[in-house]
């Protein structure tokens, strides 16, 4: 039985970047809501859609939460919802992909308070479809994986899961990477993959000012140090990376299609280890 009176929970995944990448049911629980308790990387577009009056309460810090930070989170959610309120915690992204949205939702069902957890479209697919790199690829990629970097900034032997990735997966989708490119990219050649591998670094997926960069392991850091390419940003590793020359409609515009001999050479992408 849930607690008397409690409010619900809403963790909502407000998508990738772009306003009009929310789902209809995260729109409509926003708009439910008596208070928001919001990330870093929501579109402030997003926030207007809320009730007018509901309380909104920035809990942000890009790259995730300390610890202590986090359990005053769940600690504010489940008190809002005990008293009753309708409670949206809206998430960059999807709340289950390093979104904390699994903890979140365990405090709320420790404390019985009834909650619902709204998907949002990941940045990684965000970055997939708006940059042009289809994550599997019939004949090129046939897994993916998403990676967290964060013990890429740590002496302690990030190599052995990085071994354990490059030989495993097709295609790597790699978060909270930014201040790390050429360490992982040094990773990845020392775990085995082509110095040349494409790779492709996607800044701001989604949102009018998205870049994409494309490189090799060998040449991607300084690609994005010389651009000085601003976080957040997804790394994209492997054959598919390719495709974006091709792909890539929304910071080319839609209509500005490339010469036929060009899309020509970008439909012959093969070789991947499945391929
Ligand atoms: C704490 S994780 C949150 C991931 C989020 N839950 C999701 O599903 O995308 C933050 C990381 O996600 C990636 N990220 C989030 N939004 C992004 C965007 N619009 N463009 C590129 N990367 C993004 C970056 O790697 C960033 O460091």
Request: aromatic share 4%; charged share 15%; hydrophobic share 45%.
């Amino acid at each position: 039985m849930s607690a008397k009176g409690a409010g619900t929970v809403y963790i909502v995944g407000a998508g990738p970047g772009a306003h009009d990448l929310i789902t209809l049911r995260g729109l409509a629980v926003l708009r439910t809501a008596d208070i928001v308790f919001y990330d870093a990387l929501i579109n402030p577009r997003i926030l207007e859609e809320a009730r007018p009056g509901a309380e909104q309460v920035f809990v942000g810090k890009r790259c995730g939460h300390h610890h202590t930070e986090e359990q005053q989170i769940c600690g504010m959610l489940v008190e809002k919802a005990r008293e009753g309120k309708t409670v949206v915690r809206l998430k960059g992204g999807d709340p289950m992909i390093y979104g904390r949205g699994g903890e979140e939702a365990l405090a709320c069902a420790e404390a019985r308070v009834p909650f619902e957890i709204v998907p949002g479209i990941c940045s990684a697919l965000g970055a997939a479809s708006y940059a042009g790199i289809p994550l599997t690829h019939r004949g090129t990629a046939s897994s993916v994986a998403f990676v967290t970097a964060h013990s890429a900034g740590s002496a302690d032997s990030p190599d052995t899961s990085w071994q354990r990735l490059a030989k495993a997966v097709d295609t790597l989708v790699i978060f909270m990477g930014g201040a790390w490119v050429d360490a992982i990219a040094a990773s990845l050649v020392r775990a085995g993959l082509a110095p040349d591998t494409p790779v492709a670094v996607v800044s701001h997926a989604t949102a009018g000012d998205q870049q994409t960069l494309l490189g090799s392991l060998a040449t991607i850091a300084a690609r994005v140090a010389d651009a000085g390419l601003p976080n957040p940003m997804l790394i994209v590793v492997g054959e598919v990376a390719r495709l974006s020359e091709t792909l890539n409609w929304f910071e080319r515009g839609s209509c500005a299609l490339l010469p036929a001999a060009a899309v020509a050479s970008s439909a012959g992408v093969r070789g991947g280890r499945h391929g």
